[in-house]
């Protein structure tokens, strides 16, 4: 069996055993903030990585008074897999397709984000934005539905030494490259 199609196995046996069989379209309530189900969720996230930075959306957890950044991604729809999920995440988000993508590994996520408890498991991946102009700005301003916020390219040290807070919280040194050994 592949890494990915364990991956896969595990996601979906957390999918079951969560509850999470309605489709995200079907389950939507208007809700403001962030309010986790009480379920285990499936996300798939991508790492961009470029010139020592990583790109990752900007956020503020009023209740814990702390800024972090979260790497780019989403909830993978019922029947989807986390390879189409990504894609259409970073098109949705950033209008861009992504090209050399490659499939990390599964990362279990739990956490708490404004006083609620939430469990994710997150398929992780690594590619390149076909929008090669995206590399050139600082910040860059997302529309996502009813969600605004702001990316940034925060510098991989930072992330590796602790100076920024980049979730889901895991060891990235595997994926985000010292210095000189990184993708263009």
């Known amino acids: 069996m592949t890494t990915t199609e364990t991956g896969f196995l595990i996601a979906l046996l957390a999918a079951v055993i969560g509850g999470s069989w309605v489709t995200r379209e079907a389950n939507k309530k208007p809700r403001k903030g962030f309010f986790p189900p009480q379920e285990i969720v499936t996300k798939a996230m991508c790492l961009f990585v470029h010139q020592g930075k990583t790109l990752a959306s900007k956020g503020f957890d009023d209740?814990?008074?702390?800024?972090?950044?979260?790497?780019?991604?989403?909830?993978?729809?019922?029947?989807?897999?986390?390879?189409?999920?990504?894609?259409?995440?970073?098109?949705?988000?950033?209008?861009?397709?992504?090209?050399?993508?490659?499939?990390?590994?599964?990362?279990?996520?739990?956490?708490?984000?404004?006083?609620?408890?939430?469990?994710?498991?997150?398929?992780?991946?690594?590619?390149?934005?076909?929008?090669?102009?995206?590399?050139?700005?600082?910040?860059?301003?997302?529309?996502?539905?009813?969600?605004?916020?702001?990316?940034?390219?925060?510098a991989i040290e930072d992330v590796l030494a602790g100076r920024i807070h980049l979730y889901p919280e895991f060891d990235y040194r595997k994926y985000l490259p010292a210095k000189n050994n990184e993708q263009k």
């Open 63 to 154: 209740v814990a008074n702390k800024h972090f950044y979260r790497v780019f991604g989403g909830t993978v729809d019922f029947l989807e897999t986390g390879e189409r999920a990504i894609r259409r995440e970073i098109q949705e988000e950033l209008q861009s397709d992504i090209t050399d993508l490659r499939f990390l590994e599964v990362i279990e996520n739990i956490f708490t984000y404004k006083g609620n408890s939430g469990h994710q498991i997150v398929f992780l991946y690594s590619g390149n934005l076909a929008r090669k102009e995206l590399y050139k700005q600082k910040t860059i301003h997302i529309v996502d539905g009813p969600q605004e916020f702001d990316a940034e390219w925060i």
